[in-house]
């Protein structure tokens, strides 16, 4: 019941943000969800947090205005976050809004591994059985041979590669 409610308040949150948008003539480039806010309004988990974790794609200043409607929202930098280059192509558009999107389940679970805290384990737990498990050794290649990411984000993340490789038997 719990969970439903934040996956209401999350979908209400992101049509208050398209509405201002239409009412404001504010023509905004797509926003990409990930996290847990993602996985809920894409229906993968059942999990309680209303914040919004998001992929900073180089807004505009007008993209400020959008962002503050949100109140609790995490910018992710790319340079930071462990997923391939060419998510867009495997995101998908939210039914019922314009131009928002969420990360495929094994794109939420590569930026999961880069972290690997004991809550991620746990949605990497339940996001594995929704997985492709056969795409994901290519898509941590796409991520190890990225050259625009911190190579410290990099390190850490082959570590954690290791330690999920032998957890989920990926």
């Given at each position: 019941?719990?969970?439903?409610?934040?996956?209401?308040?999350?979908?209400?949150?992101?049509?208050?943000?398209?509405?201002?948008a239409k009412m404001k003539n504010i023509?905004?480039?797509?926003?990409?969800?990930?996290g847990g806010s993602g996985c809920i309004?894409?229906?993968?988990?059942?999990?309680?947090?209303?914040?919004?974790?998001?992929?900073?794609?180089?807004?505009?200043?007008?993209?400020?205005?959008?962002?503050?409607?949100?109140?609790?929202?995490?910018?992710?930098?790319?340079?930071?976050?462990?997923?391939?280059?060419?998510?867009?192509?495997?995101?998908?558009?939210?039914?019922?809004?314009?131009?928002?999107?969420?990360?495929?389940?094994?794109?939420?679970?590569?930026?999961?591994?880069?972290?690997?805290?004991?809550?991620?384990?746990?949605?990497?737990?339940?996001?594995?059985?929704?997985?492709?498990?056969?795409?994901?050794?290519?898509?941590?290649?796409?991520?190890i041979k990225r050259e625009n990411i911190?190579?410290?984000?990099?390190?850490?993340?082959?570590?954690?590669?290791?330690?999920?490789?032998?957890?989920?038997?990926?």
């Amino acid at each position: 019941m719990e969970q439903q409610k934040n996956k209401e308040i999350l979908n209400q949150i992101l049509h208050d943000v398209e509405d201002f948008a239409k009412m404001k003539n504010i023509d905004y480039p797509p926003i990409y969800l990930l996290g847990g806010s993602g996985c809920i309004v894409a229906g993968y988990l059942d999990r309680a947090t209303t914040d919004i974790d998001l992929l900073d794609m180089s807004y505009n200043a007008s993209m400020g205005r959008l962002l503050r409607i949100m109140e609790k929202y995490d910018l992710l930098d790319l340079y930071l976050t462990t997923i391939p280059d060419d998510f867009k192509s495997r995101a998908t558009k939210i039914e019922n809004f314009e131009n928002i999107y969420v990360l495929s389940v094994e794109d939420i679970i590569l930026s999961k591994i880069g972290r690997y805290s004991q809550t991620d384990i746990e949605d990497i737990s339940l996001l594995i059985e929704l997985a492709d498990k056969k795409r994901l050794p290519s898509l941590i290649e796409l991520v190890i041979k990225r050259e625009n990411i911190s190579s410290r984000v990099k390190h850490v993340f082959i570590e954690n590669v290791k330690y999920f490789r032998e957890r989920f038997y990926v």
